[in-house]
């Protein structure tokens, strides 16, 4: 059984930074994590992307947190990175861990998600 835990979130003032990291588990060689993202959503708000990366390394960002944030990820230990710098108020949001696991067996696709991390950015 796959699963993805987020951490690294917390309360930060304005300007500052975190580093919000997620760990896939039971992947072993049954599955192969593809396309990895984080998303968010605010209070009232829908989820919304806030960045991708696909196991090559190519990477997409919403535009809200472009040259703030940096995704990333280590494949050796099945963990994803979100670098964010420059917080700012309306980066205030329970980030969720994303992760699409391709079946070896079968190749079929199977979407994962994690619990959520909440980030509170206030002075």
């Known amino acids: 059984q796959v699963h993805v835990v987020e951490s690294g979130g917390g309360l930060v003032q304005p300007g500052g930074s975190l580093r919000l990291s997620c760990a896939a588990s039971?992947?072993?060689?049954?599955?192969?994590?593809?396309?990895m993202g984080w998303y968010r959503r605010a209070p009232g708000e829908q989820r919304e992307l806030v960045a991708t990366?696909?196991?090559?390394?190519?990477?997409t960002y919403a535009d809200s947190v472009k040259d703030r944030f940096t995704i990333s990820r280590d494949n050796g230990k099945n963990t994803m990175y979100l670098q964010m710098n420059s917080l700012k108020p309306e980066d205030t949001a329970v980030y969720y861990c994303?992760?699409?696991?391709?079946?070896?067996?079968?190749?079929?696709?199977?979407?994962?998600w994690g619990q959520g991390t909440q980030v509170t950015v206030s002075s």
């Open positions: 990366i696909t196991n090559p390394g190519r990477t």
């Open positions: 039971g992947i072993g060689n049954i599955f192969a994590l593809s396309t």
């Open positions: 994303n992760a699409h696991v391709q079946s070896t067996a079968d190749y079929k696709t199977y979407t994962y």
